[in-house]
């Protein structure tokens, strides 16, 4: 048996989560996300262009077809957990007060929560009218 | 704590140069725009958010919002936002590649810089061309 001088566990290094206790959860789901949004993104511009003119009750409409509904709930709640992730790296590295610092990064949190169940409602409303 | 007398003679430590000191090169300039267009898609969200919960519940504040992305300035924040969507996406997928480990090398990274300076430009004026290349010149003609 090779002599560590670590003074890590052999538990926490073989979990391998660092001293965050979540290893390398943020930048695996900043890319799953990323891949995600993709097709989404293509598929949200394209749609827009499609609706350039069109009034509220054509909107209302178009969004109450079954998979427009779906896709624009996907686009919007993975973009904005990917975005989250993105401004909790932006805010990490140039917010330098601590108490700035940690009031954005659980503001952040709690707008995605809200973001989520406002675009859900929403999107559910015109879909199920 | 009282200064210990045994101590050597210490030395202000060599800072590295500050960023603005490097003269801009298309690599770092990418590098930044992609975080910039993060934070103005991030912005997008919100107003997006604004916009269906308005056609749900508010007609009043959908017709306000209507109102306000149709102006002038609010067609160029559109203009604005649909470049950042298209860039971000772009150097998003050079991001990408770079995590599965192809194209390091500098020249390659430079000719997928320029891919995406030139696709997202390109794609920007595709969609605002179809949408609205007849309409348009309306629009731009009443103003």
Redesign the interface.
Known sequence: MQKSNSMQSKLAKAKGLGSAHDGTHHWWMQ?LT??A??PL??WF?GS??AL??AD?GL??SW?SRPWNAIL?LLF?CV??YH??L??QV?VEDYVHHAGWKFGMLIGMKLLLWL?WT??A???L??ALM | MAPDPQAPKTYPRPLSPHLQIYKPQLTSVLSISH?MT??A??IG??V??AW??G???S?AM??CL?DILTSFLGRMALLGW?FC??YH?CN??R??LW?AGYGFEIPIAYATGWVVVFGSVGLTLF?WY???GE?GREFWMGM
């Open positions: 890319r990323a891949i949004i993709l993104a293509v511009a827009l262009v350039v003119g509220a909107i209302a969004l624009m919007v973009s904005l975005g989250v993105g401004m932006v973001g406002v675009t409602f929403s999107i409303k015109i | 975080r993060g934070i898609l991030f969200l919100f997006l958010i269906l919960y056609l749900a519940f007609p959908f017709s209507q649909t969507l298209f996406l998003g997928v991001h990408l995590d969609c179809i949408a609205y309409r």
